[in-house]
C-alpha cells in the first residue's frame, strides 16, 4: 500500500507564500505523476498542479504565475510553492500520485493539509 502524507499547510495573509510537501511511501516501483488538487468549500475538487515523469508539469490557470510544482524522484517528494496567495486560494489541498507497486498501478491520495489565505 502507498501512503502519502501532505505537509507545510497553515494560515497565510494575502500576498504571502507557502510551501506544500508530500511524500510518498511504501513498496513502490515507479511514480508516474505526482498532482497537486485542492477543494473549497462547498466546491469540488480541482487539479492544482501536475508534474508527470514524462512532461513538463502543468498549473490550472488560476494559479499559473503564482504556483510551481516540483519533485525529487530519488525521495518520492512533491512541492508545492504557492506565492501571492489570494483569499480564493483557500482550501485542502491534497496530494495524489498515480504509482506503481508489485500489484500493478493504481492512484493514491493523501488526508489533505488546510491553507487558509485571510486577514
Known amino acids: 500500500q502507498v501512503h502519502l502524507v501532505e505537509s507545510g499547510g497553515g494560515l497565510v495573509r494575502p500576498g504571502g507564500s507557502l510551501r506544500l510537501s508530500c511524500v510518498a511511501t511504501g513498496p513502490i516501483l515507479n511514480i508516474n505523476v505526482m498532482d497537486w488538487y485542492r477543494q473549497a468549500p462547498g466546491k469540488q475538487r480541482e487539479l492544482v498542479a501536475s508534474?508527470?515523469?514524462?512532461?513538463?508539469?502543468q498549473y490550472a490557470d488560476s494559479v499559473k504565475g503564482r504556483f510551481n510544482i516540483s519533485r525529487d524522484y530519488v525521495l518520492n517528494k512533491a512541492y508545492l510553492q504557492m506565492n501571492n496567495l489570494e483569499p480564493e486560494d483557500t482550501a485542502v489541498y491534497y496530494c495524489?500520485?498515480?504509482?506503481?507497486?508489485?500489484?500493478?498501478?493504481?492512484?493514491?491520495w493523501g488526508k489533505g493539509t488546510l491553507v487558509t489565505v485571510s486577514e
Open positions: 508534474a508527470p515523469s514524462a512532461s513538463e508539469p
Open positions: 495524489h500520485c498515480y504509482a506503481s507497486t508489485g500489484t500493478g498501478p493504481a492512484h493514491y
